[in-house]
């Protein structure tokens, strides 16, 4: 099985390229940035904080996350409950950050991505693929781009779709993310000492797909 691995901090537009490289070299696209979300959403539910003063193993017994491709798309199912579009908001994004520092919640996480990548073609995108979850990857990519520029389109996306957000409160999420993601003792937020480094900083999403593309290809052939 060929394996593709982008890492990356949040914003930098690896899902988006992630998912139209997927489609485009006809692999099976895991965002596991998403596993993390839908853990997240269980620890909001019961009213914990990203401080995580409980007991994350016992929630974690609670919890079942599954993925579904329906109709060529990845969905993600937290027990049996479809949350594909609930994760996407910032308490989602926040809460996915503190509960993956967590070891409990990344061993939790761990085989069911070395499972699909085992069993298929896989372009997987995160924070630490290539280093720590596909450190054998086919293929190692890290996308970035400058926190301003992730801002803009994290606003513009958030905005689109109907919520009320403020440009300033997304910067600085952005920018506290991305130093909990660094900063973590397990599986910090780095490039694999392997990676093709890919900054997408003023890039249109075709531009980056294109040239994703293009290295993709290149390192298989």
Do not use: W
Not at 28 to 53: C, H, P, Q, W
Not at 129 to 137: E, M, Y
Request: glycine content about 6%.
């Amino acid at each position: 099985m060929i394996s593709i691995a982008l890492d990356g901090p949040a914003g930098a537009g690896k899902s988006t390229v992630a998912k139209m490289a997927a489609k485009e070299l006809g692999f099976i696209y895991v965002d596991t940035g998403a596993l993390y979300r839908a853990v997240g959403i269980m620890f909001i539910r019961k009213g914990i904080s990203t401080e995580l003063n409980c007991d994350v193993e016992e929630i974690l017994k609670e919890i079942n996350v599954d993925i579904k491709f329906i109709n060529g798309e990845q969905r993600v199912f937290l027990n049996g409950e479809d949350v594909s579009e609930v994760i996407r908001t910032p308490e989602a994004s926040m809460m996915a950050s503190a509960v993956s520092a967590k070891p409990p919640v990344r061993a939790f996480l761990l085989e069911m991505q070395r499972k699909l990548a085992r069993e298929n073609n896989v372009l997987m995108d995160g924070r630490d693929i290539g280093t720590v979850v596909l450190p054998n990857a086919t293929v190692k990519m890290f996308v970035t781009a400058t926190a301003e520029e992730r801002a803009n389109r994290r606003y513009k996306e958030l905005t689109e779709k109907g919520m009320s957000v403020e440009y300033k409160d997304v910067y600085d999420d952005i920018v506290k993310r991305d130093y909990n993601d660094s900063h973590r003792e397990i599986a910090p937020l780095k490039p694999a000492e392997d990676s093709i480094i890919f900054d997408t900083t003023g890039n249109t999403l075709e531009e980056s797909v294109e040239k994703a593309l293009k290295i993709i290809k290149e390192r298989l052939a």
